[in-house]
């Protein structure tokens, strides 16, 4: 008989739990930099100026996205604050790829 032990699912759920919170921790750490790049890369797509250093008129099909291109933008300050986050999810990605791993 191979019974799982009584531990087993306990491990599942520690691991399933370290896994959502490095998913949670990943998207709040790196929003700030795929706001700056989303921005970055719709005001290159369309000709337009985007710099922090005021809202510039944006008109793509009739609609003025700098506002919009401008608040993106400024989530790069974000970057600051979230860098410790941005290096806690590498580490925890790293840890869950080790767990992985050694269970194979």
Known sequence: MNDPSPAEPRRRRV???????????????????????????FANAYGCELNEGDIHPCVVAGHDFGPLLYDLGMMGWLMILGAPLMLLSLAMWIVILILALRRQ
């Open 15 to 41: 691991n399933r739990g370290l896994f959502w919170a490095a998913v949670a921790v990943t998207i709040i750490g790196w929003a700030p930099l795929l706001c700056v790049l989303a921005a970055s890369s």
